[in-house]
């Protein structure tokens, strides 16, 4: 008897108690989901629109469980034997990137209200859709297993599918739905057979276990490490749209409502960016030699096929409004990259980088989105032209709008863009970079053409253009979509004068050491 208590004494508990303070964000968001899509089957008709204000009351509430965790320090659901190698991490790179994808979310849902009654979506499923994405998007940046990285992916991925195909009858929105599914599935099945390969090298599924292991592979299983770590890539990469897994994003954005096609080139991306950090400077620090390069030269291909794209949309062509951010969301995406790239050759402190332009990012271009769903309840076209003389029509929405672009072009006063443009850029030059340095400086100047001529057309009169009859009747703004502009144009106004509020997180390490 006394043998088997010194052994019990001696063996490590299997049992784990759970931080549920650190998992809230995600458990509130998913839970909201699961009450929605209930709530739905006993709702009447007439009162669905309460529905999306639960669905809004929920993502608040995550949002703010975020304010405890702030410290950065929790961990959960760790190794028995191995304490440093856990499952879920709240660092603060977990924080900043879930606040990111919580608030991206809320805004997502104010445009969503108005959306949803408006083209007569199955609301139940469309909140439940919508949450239970932004559950997973919210998981995968604490996620520190390239298990729960995947579940997390396809948990953030799976919805949106549905989400882009959702308005039932329309020919785009099933196409984009099914290019979208079938390119972003075979992603997927690329990433896990890299995923196997890494496992079957490194008998570990932790990130920093991996880490550790990948420093000294055998020389009989050194090829296919290099393969795993090569096709694990791949299927972030897509996420990213980096070119050129990029060619799903500019159908996909014109057949999603709108706010879907916001929400996609924002929380989409930071999951795509989150997932690709992760796995290269925690899990594969040790193949930096390979990684390094070729995400600089991703990048460069990118911005530069971006760019070019969104200038060559025509303003007379139907949705060439919607097709432009598209584009320029894969420009975005390149500049996004040079810091990740840059953390081959200086270590992992230039992420910040990457996440500071994020944030900055994520603000304007769904205060943009926001704009051009106002803009779409009377021109439904969603043309660049239907934008010229807005500021006549729509005073603040236009002023939003033109500020939203010249953040996204880096031109005052839009300092928060011009700021996080110079972060990325300085972390190229210092990472030695400097031909993906004038790559990047070459592709603003060329980003500044459109996106100065859709600002000028904001400003311009109505004469010469033949609009609809009726194009140029006022209708009152729904309330929940002027509240999205409002929100993200204090955002990037405050931001633009106090940026040190997001480009702090370019300073220091945002991991727990």
Known sequence: MTALTVLAAETPSLVQSVD????AP?????AVGLLVLVADLFVPERSKPVLGWISVAGLAAATATLLPLRAGDRTTFCLTGDPEACSYVADHFTLVIQFLVLVGALVTALLSVTAVRDTRMPAGEYWFLLLSSAAGAALLPASRDLATLIVALEVASLPAFALVGMRRGDRLSSEAALKFFLSSVTATAVSLMGVSFVYAATGSLHLTQVADRLEDVPGQLDTL????VALTLVGFAFKTAAVPFHFWVPDTYVGAPLPIAG??????????????????????PAYSDIWGPALAVLAALTMTVGNVGALRQSADRPNSAVRLLAWSSVGQAGYL???????????????????????MYAAVNLGAFAVAALVARTKPLHR?????GLYAERPLAALSLAFFLLCLAGLPPGIIGLFAKVTVFRSAVDAGLGWLAMVMAVNVVI??????RWTALLFRGPEGVEAPEGARTRTKAPWPVTAAIIVTAITAVVLSGAPQLVLRVASGSLFAQ
């Open 20 to 23: 549920w303070l650190a998992i």
């Open 26 to 30: 995600v458990v509130i968001t998913a």
């Open 225 to 228: 490490a290099m393969a795993g």
């Open 263 to 284: 929400y996609l080139s924002v929380i989409g991306k930071a999951v795509g960016f989150t997932g690709l950090i992760l796995v290269t400077v925690i899990a594969f």
């Open 337 to 359: 990259l040079v810091p990740i790239a840059a953390a081959a050759y200086s270590g992992r402190d230039q992420i910040g980088s990457t996440v500071a332009y994020a944030l």
């Open 384 to 388: 660049i032209s239907d934008y010229r």
């Open 447 to 452: 980003a500044l053409y459109y996106y100065l």
